[in-house]
């Protein structure tokens, strides 16, 4: 009967069809860039079509007086069949035309990949250019990595002031700590002609330093020395070693030069100041709550054993001040309210300190969201120590948040020439990129960034992006590679608030909201773009505004805000945070 019907025609011929169809549809979505999400339509109804054909397959039939139910059919009455011939001739054709499209998909020319953003020059390695590996700690005592740590960059700190040499920063050249690369491969990937490495020991009274400045293409010793030093004699050794690198390298690498005056070394030359200061230090590079926690602790007790110490002040500042990414209220405030104590007494001590100015700066935006303040000030702490990539960094940014992301391109850029593998200043410039609506090249920044190491962050850009181009399934498939965290957590939010499943949408925001509302209302007001609901965009970002979140401070460089720049609340938003209005932006001169 089944036969007699026809169905199994049916089926045979829906079948051959609808995956013609769905070929039709997987070729033409990329070429028109249309969303994924259509593609998966085509899927679902010509699926869904299937069972429905064969049902009318069964019920109806085709007459010669046009179609009727099968039940009004007499059973002795012919029903037409299909002919053998027409429906070989019928798969077929169809079969040809499937062929077609499948050698049209295998042998069309593919799109040349473009080749990722490499942020370092293709161009030759300056001769100019030097990475201060850290020195290897042979104290026998773990707990003493930070003294060699803080020489390590002392050293990187005194060569930065040379004019005219290139210098890798710490983020970068700490990453090849015992590393079994020759030097031709570390040199490569830093992009220096030259390493200088070493041990350091220090038992009881006493310090050893063995260094060595090496030509990283040949690894061939230019200039070794070892030192033997009383520990008493620490600042000098430490200007020993400094003098004999900048003779070594003066003859092949600098025209002329004299440290600047920026110097961690306390007035007094107290050593256990100094000692407690460099422990600090070694702690605020970790980033855990606990981790700052112990930096202020030492900084603090520095600061006691040498009340001019203005670096130690300086950089309990900034200590406190990332502490309050972890604590919020009352703790919050009272750690910024130290942090202002630790500045004003840095800059009273010393007011040409870089360092000091660039806390000031920090904490203009974390607790007074004052952007032309903080400008003011990094800007003054460029001028006073121009190869600081962080303070370089923090400037560049400063333009962005005030309204010109194109401002803060180039300047990172040259901070990522001279600190090539540091994640942090992939993101930054990722996220200028995006304001911008460069959206591949941004991809392919943060790509770069994700072949040199792994990062949450990372990964919620790369989702971030395809939310911005409408791909909820591939933002979504992003955001699930995201380790659990933060970061996991707003992408996926973020990429449910673009698909068809409203109630997936409004759970995640809800989680969200439950989770994060208290400590980050600016970004859950980004999810409520995404939902395309300015009233609530608006009413958290009001809400950001009244609890100073300072994640505001990127509102003009925020690619998923931006696109409401023209709403007249966001001109009220940026009149009372004190930030120009898009139309006071475009009025006014490029800065």
């Not at 422990?279 to 600061?303: H, L, M, P, S």
């Not at 700066?361 to 607790?367: E, K, P, V, Y």
Request: aromatic share 8%; charged share 25%; with cysteine.
């Amino acid at each position: 009967e089944l036969k007699r019907r026809n169905v199994y025609k049916v089926a045979v011929a829906y079948a051959v069809v609808g995956w013609l169809v769905m070929q039709v549809a997987a070729t033409i979505v990329p070429a028109l860039h249309l969303p994924d999400s259509f593609t998966s339509a085509v899927v679902v109804v010509t699926l869904l079509g299937f069972p429905i054909a064969l049902v009318i397959a069964w019920a109806f039939e085709m007459t010669p007086e046009g179609m009727k139910r099968t039940e009004d059919i007499s059973p002795n009455e012919n029903i037409p069949q299909w002919s053998r011939r027409k429906f070989a001739l019928f798969l077929v054709t169809i079969a040809v035309l499937a062929a077609a499209l499948l050698a049209y998909q295998f042998l069309r020319p593919k799109p040349v990949a473009k080749p990722p953003t490499k942020i370092r020059s293709a161009t030759a390695i300056p001769e100019k250019s030097i990475a201060v590996l850290p020195l290897v700690n042979e104290s026998g005592e773990k707990d003493e990595q930070y003294f060699s740590d803080g020489l390590s960059e002392d050293l990187i700190t005194a060569l930065s002031q040379f004019a005219g040499l290139k210098v890798i920063g710490r983020n970068s050249s700490f990453q090849f700590r015992d590393s079994k690369d020759d030097s031709r491969t570390i040199g490569a990937k830093l992009g220096v002609a030259h390493l200088l490495e070493g041990s350091v020991r220090r038992a009881a009274d006493a310090v050893r330093v063995s260094a060595e400045l090496i030509n990283a293409a040949d690894g061939s010793t230019l200039w070794s020395q070892h030192y033997d030093r009383p520990y008493k004699d620490l600042f000098k050794l430490q200007d020993d070693i400094t003098a004999a690198v900048a003779d070594a390298l003066k003859a092949k690498l600098l025209n002329a030069s004299d440290a600047a005056t920026q110097s961690d070394r306390p007035p007094s030359g107290d050593l256990a100041a100094y000692n407690a200061f460099l422990q600090g230090k070694f702690y605020n590079q970790r980033n855990t709550e606990a981790d700052y926690r112990k930096a202020i602790e030492f900084f603090q007790n520095a600061v006691r054993l040498d009340p001019k110490y203005a670096r130690a002040y300086a950089d309990l500042a900034y200590a406190e001040i990332f502490l309050t990414d972890y604590v919020s209220g009352a703790q919050a405030q009272s750690g910024l309210a130290a942090a202002r104590i630790a500045v004003n007494k840095a800059l009273a001590l010393d007011p040409n300190l870089a360092a000091a100015h660039g806390a000031r700066g920090l904490l203009l935006i974390f607790a007074d969201i004052d952007l032309a303040g903080a400008k003011a000030e990094f800007k003054q702490a460029v001028e006073l120590a121009p190869n600081n990539l962080d303070l370089r960094a923090s400037l560049a940014e400063v333009h962005a948040s005030l309204g010109h992301p194109e401002a803060a391109i180039e300047p990172i850029r040259q901070v990522l020439a001279a600190d090539p593998r540091s994640d942090g200043w992939y993101n930054l410039l990722a996220i200028d990129l995006m304001a911008l609506g460069r959206l591949d090249e941004a991809e392919r920044v943060t790509e770069e960034q994700m072949s040199l190491q792994t990062s949450a962050y990372a990964q919620a850009l790369l989702s971030s992006i395809e939310a911005l181009r409408g791909n909820a399934a591939t933002a979504l498939a992003k955001a699930e590679q995201i380790p659990p965290g933060k970061s996991r957590d707003f992408a996926l939010a973020n990429a449910r608030q673009i698909g068809n499943d409203t109630a997936a949408a409004d759970a995640a925001l809800k989680a969200l909201i439950d989770k994060y509302g208290k400590t980050d209302p600016y970004l859950i007001a980004r999810c409520y773009v995404l939902r395309k609901d300015l009233d609530g965009m608006f009413a958290w970002l009001d809400r950001a505004w009244a609890e100073r979140d300072n994640n505001i401070t990127i509102l003009y460089y925020d690619p998923f805000l931006l696109r409401y720049k023209d709403d007249p609340r966001f001109a009220a938003l940026c009149k009372k945070i004190g930030l120009p209005t898009p139309a006071e932006l475009a009025a006014a001169p490029k800065t």
